[in-house]
């Protein structure tokens, strides 16, 4: 079982930033992939980054070069660095672990970016 706490979320101006925490209840190096994804209203939740245990990374082409992804294993935290950020990118923000067979969430940060 792992649980998984979001925070950082808030209201931001366009072109401003914000970083996403994800705390972890076990050891991320046990975690075979870290997710972020995000929910707007009305729409479908959307993958945006992802870090494997190993430290390789990947992201959507909506965030490429202004988000990033990173870890502090001293502390079981995956972070989301946002930059650059744009009224289309509010949304909940959703962290998400892959530990084995299992997919776990956590409960959702609202993020909202103000023109």
């Known amino acids: 079982q792992v649980q998984l706490v979001e925070s950082g979320g808030g209201l931001v101006q366009a072109g401003g930033s914000l970083r996403l925490s994800c705390a972890a209840s076990?050891?991320?190096?046990?975690?075979?992939?870290m997710r972020w994804y995000r929910q707007p209203p009305g729409n479908e939740r959307e993958l945006l980054a992802a870090?494997?245990?190993?430290?390789?990374?990947a992201y959507a082409d909506s965030v490429k070069g202004r988000f990033t992804i990173s870890r502090d294993n001293a502390t079981n935290t995956v972070y989301l660095q946002m930059n650059s950020l744009k009224p289309e990118d509010s949304a909940v923000y959703y962290c998400?672990?892959?530990?084995?067979?299992?997919?776990?969430w956590g409960q959702g940060t609202q993020v909202t970016v103000s023109s």
């Open positions: 998400n672990a892959i530990k084995g067979r299992y997919s776990y």
């Open positions: 076990v050891s991320i190096l046990s975690i075979d992939f």
């Open positions: 870090r494997t245990s190993m430290g390789s990374s």
